[in-house]
């Protein structure tokens, strides 16, 4: 059963709405340049907090896991990035990031293995990394893409293939930090943590995209192959997929569309793959035992 909040609070339109991660608070994000949190307890809800700093649209709201806190981030056009934290049920902003110099357009926190990071993806061609430990922020910022990010997606913390492999039980120490980001150069880059140096480099490009690439998402699961999806104003998504034996070489199977693609979304085991576009439908797509995708449901408004 669907619950409607059909009272938002909100005088503009809402751009991004994300519950927390025991579903219990929902976090929505508005061209009015505002942050609302709701309680959700059942079929109810109410309003709690608006958060307010931003100087123009916000696009993205994202929860950090709670063994951080109450932890949520905020994105918009205006290119700040800012951290609030609940503590003692007051929400307060504890992190001001304003180095982007155009919107930022995502951002996403990793697994909670590798640590409490905040991936940054921004118009001005920049990701930033945002950290938090030791009880302070950190930050990083590299060029990306020229044009401009379009999107950021995280690696599993656990490398393709260790769960059927006997020998990784080292726990934390082996969490990777790897990320995909998606440009309007038409390109793929995959971007490893190099723990000696503290700093991020492009492992792997990925090509084929002829538009800009719109999103792309890291499939979440961790058995014996890896899997990117990438949605582009091409009307092509793409699936990449490298296995642990060939770690650098990346396969792409082509869905052809007839529209615009915008997003492309994982199911939580990874194996069912959600694209929308410009028509205003949605497709389900799963990979058959032969290795071919297939859709498997089309939901039309």
Partial sequence: MAQVIS????????????????????????????IKIFEVEG?????TETLKGHEGAVWCVSWAHPKYGNILASAGYDGKVFIWREQGGQW???FDF???????NIVTWSPHES??????????????ILEFADNSWTHQIFAAHGIGVNAVSWAPSLSAGSLVSSSNN?????????FVTAGSDNLLKIWDYNSSTKTYSVSTTLTGHTDWVRDVAWAPTILQKSYIA?????????IWTTDPGHPGEWKSTVLGFEAVLWRVSWS???????VSGGDNKVTLWKENLRGEWECVKSIEE
């Fill in 7 to 34: 009272n938002s609070g909100h005088d503009d339109m809402i751009h991004d709405a994300v519950l927390d991660y025991y579903g219990r608070r929902l976090a929505t994000c508005s061209s009015d340049r505002t």
């Fill in 43 to 47: 079929e109810t809800h109410r309003l």
């Fill in 92 to 94: 307060q902003k504890v």
């Fill in 98 to 104: 304003a180095l982007h110099t155009a919107s930022v």
């Fill in 115 to 128: 640590g409490c990071l905040l991936a940054c993806a921004s118009s001005d061609g920049s990701v930033s």
């Fill in 170 to 178: 080292q726990g934390n120490k082996d969490a990777v930090r790897r």
């Fill in 230 to 238: 990438s949605a582009s104003q091409d009307k092509t998504v793409r």
């Fill in 268 to 274: 939580l085991s990874g194996n069912v793959l959600a």
